[in-house]
């Protein structure tokens, strides 16, 4: 497996979750890593990034402010703190790495599985 996203799950508005992206040396080392989601009938959207160089992130203007993108080098690993949870943001959350990625989901290399977010009001 490449990439493989978990941590999802049913939380009530205003909680937190914490979704992992784990990687494969292959798909992390000099990768950008992103977050991306997918309401039912919508399109997959961006959500966050982290860069490989310096480790420079990326924001969508929704959830800006309330979630957080890291990694940790030596594990091969992305986390996305989401705090203040919002109805919706009640998706199917997937990680992607590129090279040369940033915001645009068409320039990632590899994706992982999924995992849902469940937002209830």
């Known amino acids: 497996v490449q990439l493989q996203a978990s941590g999802g799950g049913l939380v009530q508005a205003g909680g937190s979750l914490r979704l992992t992206c784990a990687a494969s040396?292959?798909?992390?080392?000099?990768?950008?890593i992103g977050w991306f989601r997918q309401a039912p009938a919508k399109e997959r959207e961006f959500v966050a990034v982290?860069?490989?160089?310096?480790?420079?992130?990326y924001y969508a203007e929704p959830v800006k402010g309330r979630f957080t993108i890291s990694r940790d080098n030596a594990k091969n690993t992305v986390y996305l703190q989401m705090d203040s949870l919002k109805p919706e943001d009640t998706a199917v959350y997937y990680c992607?790495?590129?090279?040369?990625?940033?915001?645009?989901?068409?320039?990632?290399?590899?994706w992982g599985q999924g995992t849902l977010v469940t937002v209830s009001s």
């Open positions: 040396q292959r798909t992390y080392t000099n990768y950008n």
């Open positions: 992607a790495s590129g090279r040369a990625a940033w915001r645009g989901k068409y320039d990632y290399d590899y």
């Open positions: 982290i860069g490989w160089n310096h480790g420079s992130t």
